[in-house]
């Protein structure tokens, strides 16, 4: 049955949104999703055709991580943004998506620890904001299709720091360049930013760590150098406080996500823009099945953390994480967000949009092929509706 508005005042899933400059036709998103397609860390043809599948007129689409550094790779095969190539190849999957009239984020990614020596330039060990290595709970995938323990990372030094914000914001340079019509910051997750903001990771006794005043310094650096070299309105930032994938645990998540939301609001203030938005990770993302993990609080708790960070935040709130078109149905039509990013139901249902929009059957994902590195199984062939033309 097709989704009907009863009110026009209440905003739906469906309804136009203005986020910042951009002007969008309805709240489905792309979440950033790692599909392990750009061979030797260079987009390609496959990614062209990918992401355009999923372009819509006046959708907005977030690309998988990227890196932006040699060292910021935690799978095999991911596209970066820090030479030449990448940037002159991504251009081919911008210019496409927007010829469709949609909107594309490239999702700034270094991911610290979560790596190993395989996966990093001359086999080096990768780099973190400490030298604990993730708990053996966790596994990284080699470049064979095996998977290994976590490495011990080597603690970046204080003097080091910098240096990794500069690749943030080259990177950052270098996307608006591809023709990206901004970037997302990825400091969810576990990975790189999150093990600088987390109690259950940093142990650092200098001024990354300690206080969450130093534990926020890290992200509010990356976010601020990013501002300053594409503007406020070009930059979202995604965040995932109450989640413990790779191990990112913290005492006080709730605090946590409000000692960022705090930031980035006093940030807006001071350059006097907004952000594009803010991206929050919900739980749910793990309890469904994503990891192996064990509890991850309640339902309740969730939804008053969300709800928490949502009201304290001035600007366009994204979530995703677990959200079926019932759950993003309510999510924007009771205030929670301004959009829904969906990841796995977008990877098996190129056309989501539409499916959502008449509540059509939705094709099953299919778990074996998410990162595996075929052009087209498990990647380009999930098939569209077939629909009557009269019903498109
Ligand atoms: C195969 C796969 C790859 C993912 N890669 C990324 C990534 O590169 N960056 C990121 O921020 N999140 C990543 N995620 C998380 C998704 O963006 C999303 O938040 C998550 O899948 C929960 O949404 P869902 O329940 O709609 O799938 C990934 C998820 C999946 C399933």
Redesign the pocket.
């Known amino acids: 049955m097709a989704e009907t508005a009863t009110d026009p005042a209440t905003p739906s899933l469906f309804s136009p949104y203005k986020m910042g400059k951009f002007d969008l036709s309805h709240r489905v998103v792309l979440?950033?999703?790692?599909?392990c397609r750009a061979l030797n860390n260079v987009p390609n043809s496959a990614l062209v055709e990918y992401y355009t599948q999923r372009a819509t007129n006046g959708g907005f689409l977030i690309t998988?991580?990227t890196m932006i550094s040699p060292t910021a790779a935690g799978f095999p095969h991911v596209p970066g943004i820090f030479n030449k190539e990448q940037v002159e190849a991504w251009k081919h999957v911008v210019g496409a998506v927007h010829a469709k009239g949609t909107v594309i984020f490239c999702?700034l990614?270094h991911v610290g620890r979560a790596s190993h020596q395989a996966l990093q330039p001359g086999g080096i060990t990768p780099i973190s904001s400490t030298n604990k290595p993730i708990s053996r709970r966790w596994r990284v995938l080699m470049p064979d299709g095996t998977h290994e323990i976590y490495p011990k990372p080597r603690k970046l030094e204080t003097y080091e720091i910098p240096e990794l914000v500069e690749h943030y914001r080259q990177a950052a340079i270098n996307a608006i360049e591809a023709g990206f019509d901004g970037v997302e910051i990825?400091g969810?997750?576990g990975y790189l930013i999150d093990q600088f903001m987390k109690d259950g990771i940093n142990e650092r006794t200098d001024e990354y760590g300690g206080s969450l005043e130093n534990r926020c310094k890290f992200i509010m650096q990356v976010v601020q150098a990013v501002v300053s070299a594409v503007g406020a309105d070009r930059v979202g930032v995604?965040i995932s406080p109450a989640i413990d994938h790779l191990d990112a645990m913290d005492s006080d998540p709730l605090s946590l996500g409000l000692a960022v939301i705090e930031r980035l609001n006093k940030l807006q203030t001071d350059c006097g823009a907004r952000l594009t938005y803010l991206h929050v990770?919900q739980p749910?993302?793990t309890a469904?099945g994503?990891t192996e993990s064990g509890s991850h609080g309640n339902a309740e708790e969730e939804a008053r953390f969300m709800r928490t960070w949502r009201r304290a935040y001035q600007g366009t709130f994204i979530c995703?994480?677990?959200?079926t078109r019932q759950l993003g149905i309510e999510a924007v039509a009771e205030g929670d967000a301004d959009l829904v990013?969906?990841?796995?139901?977008?990877?098996s249902n190129p056309d989501l949009v539409l499916r959502l929009k008449l509540n059509a059957p939705l094709n099953k994902y299919i778990r074996a092929t998410?990162?595996t590195h075929d052009p087209v199984v498990g990647y380009t062939d999930y098939p569209f509706l077939n629909l009557p033309k009269s019903r498109l």
Not at 320 to 323: A, H, I, L
Not at 341 to 347: E, K, S, V
């Open positions: 979440a950033p999703m790692t599909r998988e991580g999702q990614w990825h969810a997750h995604r990770t749910r993302y469904y994503q995703s994480g677990g959200f990013a969906y990841g796995r139901l977008f990877i998410f990162y």
